[in-house]
């Protein structure tokens, strides 16, 4: 690339409209001209060809992604193993990029097609690659409906203010037939959960047909309903083929589920989108497949860009990985990922973010005050179903440990004078905590 084409590929941000671009944050190592590579990355997902042979005309006034800021440092090597090596000094760099929409519109696929394609992952003498965040102009925002419920519309519902939403995925996640299954939900509401959940691994099985299943559990939760006087919820898992997620949405619903799942990358955002459309009730999305995309620091896709496009797409509440060793995710990243839920985002409504991973009543103070707000859900799996004593007592346990929270009360002190709480810190405290949603 000749230094004028260089340059084409810069823009001071004054000189555009923003409304007509996204805006992309990248770092990338490169090997060479760091100023060459971003313009490399600008053409590559967007005008690789600005004209044709023989004809004068250039598209990159129209169509070329722009390069707006760029910082670069040297450093001695490439920070992974490679196996082609590109030749030049290698410096790490970080760069924002705006990408003119209009060259896909507001079209899901499309868009990923842009942001984390061939384009970008391809792009010349840039091996290592991670888009860092994306930003959506208000023109662009204006064509997504975004949650149907968000936070307010989720908390309407189930009557659930001034907390913490407590969710439990019911375990056994996976093996149990409907009649073993459906149980372990009622008690699990009886004990004080809002929501129980099937697991993001257990959807329509040959031993766990979602029909019945789904007619178990929605009987189940309106007798706890009746008996606890309080609203219930119940979250069925619909993750399939495209194809059929509409139809599993509304045998679930008929049933009396009313949330549904699914998992947002195996299906897709333009899934998760499309059952945006026909839902009836609040949509979850888990985040099965996103880790393979943003483990390493050095490579791929921060996962505040799924969350980003979960919530674009129409997810109320968004499941994430949460604190803790297990979950292999920094906390400044998990706290990333609820502010990407929660601030303002145009017209959307915000998420309710689910920070999850091996949670218990043990970990609920420490969870909360890292969010730093009640607006979150908290989703055990064996903290509740795992309990000593039973999943009643489980779901209890994180009631009661609420409790001392709100109260101002050291939860190890407020667990003297209950049971289910202090077996609950016996069984799962530091020195257990180990695996298991």
């Excluded at 997504?144 to 659930?160: I, K, M, N, T």
Aim: hydrophobic fraction near 45%; charged fraction near 20%.
């Amino acid at each position: 690339m000749q230094p004028h084409d260089i340059d084409a590929f810069f823009a001071p941000r004054a000189s555009l409209d923003m409304e007509a671009y996204l805006e992309l944050t990248f770092t990338f190592e490169c090997a060479g001209d760091p100023r060459a590579a971003a313009a490399h990355l600008a053409s590559e997902q967007s005008t690789a060809q600005w004209r044709r042979v023989g004809v004068h005309e250039d598209f990159r006034p129209q169509h070329a992604a722009k390069v707006l800021e760029l910082d670069a440092m040297p450093q001695p090597a490439f920070s992974v193993p490679l196996r082609v090596i590109p030749p030049g000094p290698v410096h790490r760099c970080r760069v924002v990029i705006a990408h003119p929409h209009g060259n896909f519109g507001a079209r899901l696929p499309n868009l990923i097609s842009a942001v984390l394609g061939e384009g970008v992952y391809f792009a010349p003498g840039i091996p290592l690659i991670r888009l860092e965040d994306i930003g959506f102009p208000a023109s662009y925002l204006a064509h997504f409906d975004g949650p149907q419920f968000g936070v307010a519309g989720v908390r309407e519902r189930l009557q659930v203010h001034g907390r913490p939403l407590f969710f439990g995925v019911i375990k056994p996640n996976i093996g149990l037939a409907p009649t073993d299954f459906a149980p372990l939900g009622y008690e699990g509401w009886m004990g004080g959960l809002d929501i129980a959940k099937d697991d993001e691994m257990l959807a329509d099985a040959p031993y766990s047909p979602l029909a019945e299943r789904a007619a178990l559990l929605g009987a189940l939760r309106a007798r706890a309903e009746q008996e606890t006087g309080v609203p219930k919820g119940f979250l069925c898992n619909i993750t399939d083929e495209v194809d059929r997620i509409a139809a599993l949405h509304d045998t679930a619903v008929a049933a009396g589920a009313n949330l549904v799942m699914v998992n947002a990358m195996p299906v897709g955002v333009s899934g998760v989108r499309a059952l945006r459309r026909v839902a009836r009730v609040p949509i979850v999305t888990h985040f099965p497949f996103i880790a393979a995309f943003g483990r390493l620091p050095s490579h791929g896709a921060h996962s505040r860009v799924f969350t980003r496009l979960q919530r674009l797409a129409g997810a109320d509440i968004v499941i994430m990985p949460g604190f803790g060793d297990r979950m292999m995710t920094p906390p400044s990243e998990v706290l990333e990922n609820v502010r990407a839920c929660l601030e303002p985002m145009g017209p959307l409504k915000p998420s309710l973010p689910v920070p999850g991973g091996s949670d218990s009543a043990a970990t609920l103070e420490a969870v909360y005050r890292r969010v730093g707000t009640v607006d979150f859900g908290f989703v055990p799996g064996r903290g509740v179903f795992a309990h000593p004593m039973g999943p009643r007592a489980g779901a209890a346990s994180l009631q009661q440990a609420w409790a001392a929270i709100a109260a101002g009360v050291p939860v190890e002190v407020h667990a003297r004078q209950h049971p289910e709480l202090r077996a609950a810190l016996s069984a799962f405290g530091p020195a257990q905590h180990a695996a298991g949603e």
